[in-house]
């Protein structure tokens, strides 16, 4: 492992007890409960701030909007909630990292030089999408990655999911409790998808199967009307009248920047002690998406953000009661 910190030491670097990289619900949340632990959190911001509910319309399954909230301004809540405690929120996106030696040392927009005596993550995971600009112009109107998020906004709807896993399956059965029908459009002539998961799609009276097919364009315009497909077989397109498209190829969490010093899974995910958000670098904590392969919901997201805040908060507290003992 390379040391950014040889490169040019520590001078000059800013100094703060904690850092926390991302400021999505999770990193928001960390800094709320880091603020208020007097502990003075900085969140660099990252690229998208506010993370993925920055572009989502409705939110009504998060407690306390007895109403529903725009996902912008619930994340400008949040955001404003942790600043009036003290959080010190940047724009800005850490390029390169040292967790070699405590304090870990930052670079920010390959700059500027932050040393942190803990470090909380809170990257998130990026849905992937098919990567066509009617699906981007349409994202939040119909187009979503979580049904669970956006389904309940179709009741009677006819919907259409593309994927072939596990993802998709879930998607599709969770989608039958306000559609009237779901398509679910996929590629190959078979799901790669647990046998049990298929079985319960196939089973559904209301889960219809194209198979190799292709999405070439989401229809509307100012929300999803359907969407045109193409065969893999023959080229032969054809038209799908949906209210809604719900994409479930996967996400790929944010965690490129931390390969080289901490453990993930298969998938890329951090992987931390259960019932902990400690990763295996003493200090260095992950909350969120970035470590949630499984809810990838903002309540849940918000609540390991919390999490991260104390386990940090009792580590520096430990830390600190270490330098000060007899003979340190």
Same mark, same amino acid.
């Given at each position: 492992?390379?040391?950014?910190?040889?490169?040019? %030491?520590?001078?000059?670097?800013?100094?703060?007890?904690?850092?926390?990289?991302?400021?999505?619900?999770?990193?928001?949340?960390?800094?709320?409960?880091?603020?208020?632990?007097?502990? /003075?959190?900085?969140?660099?911001?990252?690229?998208?701030?506010?993370?993925?509910?920055?572009?989502?319309?409705?939110?009504?399954?998060? $407690?306390? !909007?007895? #109403?529903?909230?725009?996902?912008?301004?619930?994340?400008?809540?949040?955001?404003? /909630?942790?600043?009036?405690?003290?959080?010190?929120?940047?724009?800005?996106?850490?390029?390169?990292?040292?967790?070699?030696?405590? $304090?870990?040392?930052?670079?920010? #927009?390959?700059?500027?030089?932050?040393?942190?005596?803990? @470090?909380?993550?809170?990257?998130?995971?990026?849905?992937?999408?098919?990567?066509?600009?009617?699906?981007?112009?349409?994202? &939040?109107? &119909?187009?979503?990655? *979580?049904?669970? *998020?956006? %389904?309940?906004?179709?009741?009677?709807?006819?919907?259409?999911?593309?994927?072939? &896993?596990?993802?998709?399956?879930?998607? +599709?059965?969770?989608?039958?409790?306000?559609? +009237?029908?779901?398509?679910?459009?996929?590629?190959?002539?078979?799901?790669?998808?647990?046998?049990?998961?298929?079985?319960? =799609?196939?089973?559904?009276?209301?889960?219809?199967?194209?198979?190799?097919?292709?999405?070439?364009?989401?229809?509307?315009?100012? +929300?999803?009307?359907?969407?045109?497909?193409?065969?893999?077989?023959?080229?032969?397109?054809?038209? @799908? +009248? =949906?209210?809604?498209?719900?994409?479930?190829?996967?996400?790929?969490?944010?965690? /490129?920047?931390?390969?080289?010093?901490?453990?993930?899974?298969?998938? %890329? !995910?951090?992987?931390?002690?259960?019932?902990?958000?400690?990763?295996?670098?003493?200090?260095?904590?992950?909350?969120?998406?970035?470590? #949630?392969?499984? !809810?990838?919901?903002?309540?849940?997201?918000? &609540?390991?953000?919390?999490?991260?805040?104390? #386990?940090?908060?009792?580590?520096?507290?430990?830390?600190?009661?270490?330098?000060?003992?007899?003979?340190?």
């Amino acid at each position: 492992m390379g040391s950014l910190q040889s490169e040019a %030491g520590s001078a000059g670097a800013e100094e703060r007890r904690i850092v926390i990289i991302g400021s999505g619900p999770a990193g928001y949340t960390a800094a709320l409960y880091a603020a208020r632990a007097s502990l /003075q959190p900085l969140v660099i911001a990252g690229l998208e701030p506010g993370g993925q509910l920055t572009t989502t319309t409705d939110v009504e399954n998060y $407690p306390g !909007y007895t #109403d529903g909230v725009m996902g912008p301004e619930m994340m400008e809540d949040f955001r404003r /909630q942790a600043v009036r405690f003290g959080a010190d929120i940047r724009p800005g996106v850490v390029t390169r990292v040292d967790l070699s030696l405590r $304090p870990f040392r930052l670079v920010v #927009d390959d700059e500027a030089a932050v040393m942190a005596e803990a @470090l909380i993550i809170a990257t998130g995971a990026s849905a992937r999408y098919l990567g066509l600009d009617n699906e981007r112009r349409l994202l &939040g109107r &119909g187009v979503s990655a *979580c049904a669970t *998020c956006d %389904g309940a906004f179709f009741w009677g709807e006819e919907l259409a999911v593309v994927g072939g &896993g596990d993802s998709a399956m879930e998607e +599709s059965l969770f989608l039958t409790r306000f559609a +009237s029908k779901v398509t679910v459009i996929h590629r190959r002539d078979a799901f790669r998808a647990s046998k049990i998961m298929q079985e319960r =799609v196939f089973a559904h009276r209301k889960i219809h199967v194209l198979w190799d097919a292709v999405v070439i364009d989401v229809l509307g315009e100012d +929300s999803v009307t359907g969407v045109r497909v193409r065969s893999t077989r023959n080229g032969t397109v054809r038209d @799908l +009248s =949906v209210g809604a498209l719900f994409v479930a190829i996967g996400h790929t969490p944010n965690t /490129q920047l931390f390969k080289q010093w901490l453990t993930m899974d298969e998938q %890329g !995910y951090l992987v931390t002690e259960p019932r902990s958000t400690l990763t295996d670098i003493p200090g260095v904590f992950a909350c969120g998406d970035v470590q #949630d392969r499984k !809810y990838r919901q903002a309540v849940t997201a918000a &609540g390991t953000g919390c999490m991260a805040a104390i #386990d940090a908060e009792h580590f520096l507290a430990q830390a600190d009661a270490a330098k000060s003992a007899p003979g340190a």
